[in-house]
């Protein structure tokens, strides 16, 4: 898990400090190997935020690469659908973590660190790893119980009330 956790997290400061430098117009950096935003960067008062094992999508990942192992153990055949669906999930998890960040460093931006982080950390940031959570999770139940599955054209005899 800790080996999962710091390269989850390397990437997702690295891309980070791509997307804040493109979203907020300012110099940032992300380093991988530190998991570690820096907010303007080369600045005297540049900001250094690092992305830790319970703020990493990596956290939300794991359960969800679990369940999708029980489900390839419990249905080898569905394993285009579970796989599909772990996928689409890991990459909704991922964008939302990244939303999360740019979100946070958007606030810090605008005002002030001490407002901007409790702002973005503890409220807009637990909103959208809650909504985003959500939805990945609805999409990997979509994905691996119920796409593919065919409709019934007829109803059967559980539909009708029993009389001929």
């Known amino acids: 898990m800790m080996f999962g956790y710091r ?3 390397g990437i997702e400061a690295d891309l980070a400090g ?6 907020l117009h300012q110099h940032t950096l992300g380093l991988r190997d530190q998991a570690v935003v820096v907010l303007h960067a080369g600045n005297p008062k540049s900001i250094g935020l690092q992305i830790t094992p319970q703020c990493t999508s990596a956290f939300l990942i794991a359960p969800m690469v679990l369940t999708g192992a029980a489900l390839l153990w419990l249905r080898p055949r569905q394993y285009k659908r579970v796989l599909i669906g772990l996928a689409v999930t890991v990459v909704l998890l991922f964008a939302t973590n990244q939303l999360r960040i740019v979100g946070l460093a958007a606030l810090i931006d605008g005002v002030g660190f001490k407002t ?11 909103m959208v790893s809650v909504v985003g959570g959500g939805a990945s999770l609805l999409t990997f139940v979509y994905w691996t119980m119920v796409h593919g599955q065919k409709a019934p054209t007829t109803p059967g005899p559980e539909w009708t009330d029993g009389a001929r």
């Open 7 to 9: 390269y989850v997290s």
């Open 18 to 23: 791509r997307l804040v430098a493109a979203t």
């Open 116 to 126: 901007g982080y409790y702002w973005g950390h503890t409220i807009l940031g637990s």
